[in-house]
């Protein structure tokens, strides 16, 4: 009877049956095998089994097969194999030492699929994490680059963003093992990437490059992109079931990114002043505690300059609330350039500004900065068809010698401002009076000098 049943039924058995040594050397497989693994029998007997397991299961898989020898009745030990076409099987095992036969048999069940519906459900729940944890876009798309690698052969990955305004995809992250780094393709030279965006058919786009694979990042609005994976073997490239994880994958992703477009713009959008784009009083102050926390956790200092524009109010008056929004957002830019990237820099309304110095170099420092500011503002701001003279009073505060805290610095860096303003208009009155300016109600064309000047 026994001779029989293997006979007739092994081969039908859905799950690979197998024989070997105690050195673990193959000396049976049934059918099922073949369709498992890819390998005939002739293929395998006589070759050791930890030829085709997976390299990192392999001292698992020993110490498996250990306990089996002991006479312990392995269930559901599972590893992973490589088939003969280079796949990777998932495979649960149940094995037993028979010493009547001197041979250990096992029974493998393909959980592949199942492997890769967990896998995948895991990776779209990782997604949908990065999503809110990541911090930017970028920091996102690493995230998503070692997700999909749990999943596909990612070493070289990119996500391309398409930029509506010059109709190119940008690489918006772009990992290459051998240091290609393509930059922004426009998809009238790339029709598969124009099939992708929906912007070509099959029939003109024809077949994509052999060794990629890429999957269009679907929205509402249409594709805002695409995810582009290259095997470094063309010849092995991907199968039509990657290309279907891909795309699902994609999908996630896409709304990964509209999820995160959106909470960056909306977090953008309460940081920052609206004129000038520059940091807002808000944002700026909590950045300043922060840095009077970690100086006074290393024991260090800081400073702060606090910038007024002198008799901007003159600019409004004259020359209309437009022109003074242009010549405060011009002089946010000239600070931009003139602050090094280190510095903090933030406007806290009308026409105040200040700038963070958190790696301090001493008072010397700020006061260097003060004084390149000042060089700065000697250039006139032509704003349209004006030629406009301003200066900063500039006052400043050391941490911890002028305040504990954002409020106390801030406040007197404030009042040393002031200080240097009412100087500077001391200083003015008498040359005002000499004209006869003060208390007169002048055309403020005439009354601005020598702070602003129209072009002729
Ligand atoms: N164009 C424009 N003006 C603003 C904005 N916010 C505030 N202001 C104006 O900026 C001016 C700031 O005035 P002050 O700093 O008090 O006065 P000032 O003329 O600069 O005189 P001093 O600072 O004493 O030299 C006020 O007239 C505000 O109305 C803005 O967003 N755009």
Redesign the pocket.
């Known amino acids: 009877m026994r001779g029989f049943v293997s006979e007739n039924f092994l081969d039908l058995l859905l799950d690979a049956v197998c024989a070997v040594t105690p050195s673990g050397d193959f000396v049976f497989v049934n059918a099922a095998f073949e369709r498992i693994f890819g390998y005939g029998t002739q293929e395998v007997v006589g070759r050791n089994m930890m030829e085709f397991v997976h390299p990192h299961d392999r001292a698992p898989t020993l110490e498996a097969a250990r306990r089996v020898m002991q006479g312990h009745l392995q269930l559901h030990f599972e590893n992973r194999y490589i088939r003969k076409d280079g796949g990777v099987v998932h495979v649960r095992w149940t094995a037993q030492w028979v010493e009547s036969a001197g041979l250990r048999v096992a029974v493998a069940h393909d959980i592949t699929e199942l492997h890769q519906s967990r896998a995948l459900q895991a990776a779209l729940y990782a997604i949908s994490e990065a999503a809110h944890t990541a911090q930017d876009l970028f920091s996102l798309f690493e995230s998503v680059h070692g997700i999909v690698g749990t999943l596909l052969d990612a070493r070289n990955f990119a996500v391309l963003l398409f930029d509506d305004a010059k109709q190119l995809l940008h690489p918006a992250y772009q990992v290459d093992v051998m240091g290609r780094a393509p930059g922004p393709v426009s998809p009238a030279d790339a029709p598969w990437l124009a099939r992708l965006l929906g912007q070509a058919s099959a029939e003109e786009a024809g077949d994509s490059p052999p060794g990629l694979l890429a999957a269009a990042l679907p929205t509402q609005d249409g594709p805002i992109g695409a995810l582009v994976l290259r095997s470094e073997d063309p010849e092995k490239g991907y199968g039509a079931a990657d290309a279907e994880l891909l795309h699902f994958i994609a999908s996630q992703v896409a709304t990964a990114i509209e999820r995160k477009r959106l909470h960056v713009g909306l977090q953008t959008l309460a940081q920052r002043d609206q ?1 000038t784009q520059l940091l807002n009083r808000r944002s700026f102050v909590e950045r300043l505690s922060a840095a009077v926390r970690a100086a006074q956790e290393r024991d260090s200092e800081l400073s702060l300059l606090f910038l ?10 004259s020359m209309g ?5 242009r ?2 957002q011009s002089v946010a830019d000239r600070l931009g350039a003139t602050v090094r990237s280190a510095d903090v820099l933030a406007r806290l ?4 500004f200040v700038v963070l110095l958190e790696q301090d170099i001493g008072g010397r420092g700020a006061y260097l900065l003060s004084s390149r500011i000042e060089q700065a503002f000697i250039q006139p701001f032509v704003v349209g068809d004006a030629t406009l003279v301003v200066r900063p ?1 500039i006052g400043a505060a050391r941490f911890p010698a002028d305040g504990r805290d954002a409020e106390e610095l801030l406040g007197h860096a404030d009042a040393a401002m002031y200080g240097v ?1 009412r100087q500077r ?1 001391a200083s003015r009155e008498p040359a005002a009076r000499e004209q006869g300016r003060l208390g007169q109600s002048t055309p403020a064309s005439a009354a601005a000098e020598p702070f602003y000047r129209s072009a002729d």
């Open positions: 004129l007024d524009l002198d008799e901007f109010k003159r600019v409004n008056d609330h437009a022109m003074g929004d010549l405060l309304g009308g026409d105040e009073s303003k208009a």
